[in-house]
């Protein structure tokens, strides 16, 4: 075991007590390096000089007019991971298909930075203005077709520079099939206007040059225990709760049924047979089921639910229930934005 991983063993209680900047992490040699690897490689396919730097810290941003962005700490460990997965029963870019899709969009951020995009005219034609302020909360139009499909939540709906970043990470993904998938959509014109800007800008080196990090883990001082506190008073699981009854009338009580199979399990066992169903069904993007399985899972495993009636008539209740809030998503989003 590495000198600097000696906490590895420790239970959570005691990692909790520990500073960041105690925990010596570097992203050389962590988990991390297979995938940034990765990430240069789709930027030389694509004949991008560009490359982001990175660095360690709390969580994923990549702070205004700094051509690189921050990876958040508990990717660089599995200790970590683990941890954040029980404090928060979800490690977001943990696992390889979802850690490059952050890192694409993390890089259409820097790259903009680097190259100062925003300032374009015709950047923010196709946007919007980059100095538009970041809404506290949005409401998706969970049916539009202005916007690319990438990271979750419509997260391209929120800001001009989270479009951007969307639709560039769209754009940068190894055999992307972006010119047939939004063939009849309105955010074809952006991704278009991306293939035609990177192409003009691909060998030029960036004006927006340097290496500084923001906030970075080594200068952190606080305890993971007061990380975690100020992080769960401001997770909003509103939007999740909003099922709970639905869910505890499919699942039981885990306390109540020990040794019965976890609902959150189940689901996932049964995922890809309901999502080809749901999407079959509801000729609704497969961006939009994706998002509702998710929900419903991280909801169970909160709760602690368990399966406890036999798993054709569980599969089926389940397939009921998501199906309903499938559609609940999109009346929603209709009733929001209807003239």
């Known amino acids: 075991m590495s000198p600097f991983t000696w ?98 969009h993390e890089t259409g951020h820097a790259i903009d930075n680097a190259y ?42 929120s800001h001009p520079s989270e479009d951007f970043a969307e639709t560039f990470a769209v754009w940068l993904a190894p055999n992307s099939t972006w010119r047939t998938d939004y063939e009849t959509w309105i955010a074809l014109r952006k991704l278009r206007y991306v293939d035609d800007l990177l192409t003009e800008i691909r060998a030029e080196r960036p004006p927006v040059r340097g290496t500084k990090q923001v906030e970075p883990l080594e200068a952190n001082r606080s305890t ?44 996932r066992q049964v995922r890809p047979e309901l999502q080809r169903l749901l999407v079959r069904r509801s000729r609704l993007h497969p961006y939009l089921v994706h998002h509702v399985m998710r929900l419903v899972i991280r909801r169970s495993k909160e709760l602690e639910l368990c399966v406890d009636q036999s798993l054709r008539v569980t599969k089926r209740e389940v397939f009921a229930l998501l199906e309903r809030i499938l559609f609940d998503f999109v009346r929603r989003g209709r009733e929001r934005y209807a003239l």
């Open 7 to 104: 906490w590895a063993k420790l239970d959570d209680e005691a990692l909790l007590d520990l500073r960041f900047n105690d925990l010596g992490l570097t992203l050389a040699g962590s988990p991390l390096q297979p995938a940034l690897d990765r990430l240069h490689r789709e930027l030389e396919r694509r004949g991008c000089r560009f490359r982001p730097h990175v660095w360690l810290s709390v969580e994923w941003f990549c702070p205004d007019g700094i051509p690189g962005f921050a990876i958040p700490f508990y990717l660089a460990h599995p200790r970590l991971a683990a941890l954040e997965r029980r404090l928060m029963h979800e490690v977001e870019g943990g696992n390889a298909r979802w850690l490059q899709r952050i890192l694409r």
């Open 224 to 267: 993971l225990r007061e990380h975690y506190a100020e992080k769960l008073r401001y997770s909003d699981r509103s939007e999740t709760q909003r099922y709970d009854a639905r869910l505890k009338r499919v699942f039981a009580p885990q306390a109540k049924n020990p040794g019965r199979p976890a609902a959150a399990t189940f689901i």
């Open 116 to 157: 100062r995009l925003r300032r374009r005219k015709r950047w923010r034609q196709v946007f919007g203005p980059a100095s538009r302020p970041y809404p506290l909360r949005y409401a998706p139009r969970t049916t539009s077709r202005n916007y690319v499909m990438h990271l979750g939540h419509w997260y391209a709906q």
